[in-house]
């Protein structure tokens, strides 16, 4: 089992920045790949980024938008996902999520086993 838990989020103006973080714990190092999803109210869980052990990295252009960097420290178990130039549209619960099995990013959240609880990321216009 594989236990996550995210940090980092809260209240950012319109073009602030934040930077959230997933650290994973039992049995960590046996994680392939790592990504973040959001979830807005209303709308389905999105997926905004992803990466490998090897540092292989998969965004989703639409919704970072060249604004997001994701990455990770393997000897911590840890993801980051720099957020900048952050619009009222990032407004979000945002998902660590993390997988043993796959071998390259997957945009789709069912094939990730494990889920953090989410951290909200609220921007002000």
């Known amino acids: 089992q594989v236990q996550l838990v995210e940090s980092g989020g809260g209240l950012v103006q319109a073009g602030g920045s934040l930077r959230l973080s997933c650290a994973a714990s039992?049995?960590?190092?046996?994680?392939?790949?790592m990504a973040w999803f959001r979830q807005a109210p209303g709308k389905e869980r999105e997926f905004v980024a992803g990466?490998?052990?090897?540092?292989?990295?998969?965004y989703d252009p639409d919704s970072v938008k060249g604004r997001f960097t994701i990455s990770r420290d393997n000897a911590k178990n840890t993801v980051y996902l720099q957020m900048s130039s952050l619009e009222p549209e990032d407004t979000a619960l945002y998902y660590c999520?993390?997988?043993?099995?796959?071998?390259?990013?997957?945009?789709?959240?069912?094939?990730?086993?494990?889920w953090g609880q989410g951290t909200q990321v609220t921007v002000s216009s």
């Open positions: 999520a993390a997988d043993q099995g796959l071998m390259y990013v997957s945009r789709l959240s069912n094939l990730y086993k494990y």
């Open positions: 039992g049995r960590a190092s046996s994680v392939s790949i």
């Open positions: 990466i490998g052990r090897s540092g292989s990295t998969t």
